[in-house]
């Protein structure tokens, strides 16, 4: 079983910046790859970015060059550096573990980008 409690979303203004984490507990798998989708109302669930255990990263097209993962392996930790946040960036955030033969979910988290 993997744990994921996630934190750091919040209301920010257009152009603002968010920064989000996860955090993993249970029984981690070093190889693992950690990522961020996100769910706006009425849509499905997306990819924002993900990132490998030996730092390789993707991301969707619509927040490249906006957003920024990172992990620390040490502290099982994900991040989501989020700048130049637009409306349409309005949505749960979700943390995902995949483990190969696990995969796991986070609770999510609302990021609001409104004036």
């Known amino acids: 079983q993997v744990q994921l409690v996630e934190s750091g979303g919040g209301l920010v203004q257009p152009g603002g910046s968010l920064r989000l984490s996860c955090a993993a507990s249970?029984?981690?798998?070093?190889?693992?790859?950690m990522g961020w989708y996100r769910q706006a109302p009425g849509k499905q669930r997306q990819l924002v970015a993900r990132i490998t255990s030996s730092g390789s990263t993707n991301y969707a097209d619509s927040v490249k060059g906006r957003f920024t993962i990172s992990r620390d392996n040490a502290k099982n930790t994900v991040y989501l550096q989020m700048n130049s946040l637009k409306p349409e960036d309005t949505a749960v955030y979700y943390c995902?573990?995949?483990?190969?033969?696990?995969?796991?979910w986070g609770q999510g988290t609302q990021v609001t980008v409104s004036s």
């Open positions: 249970g029984s981690i798998y070093r190889g693992s790859t």
């Open positions: 995902h573990y995949d483990g190969i033969l696990q995969n796991y």
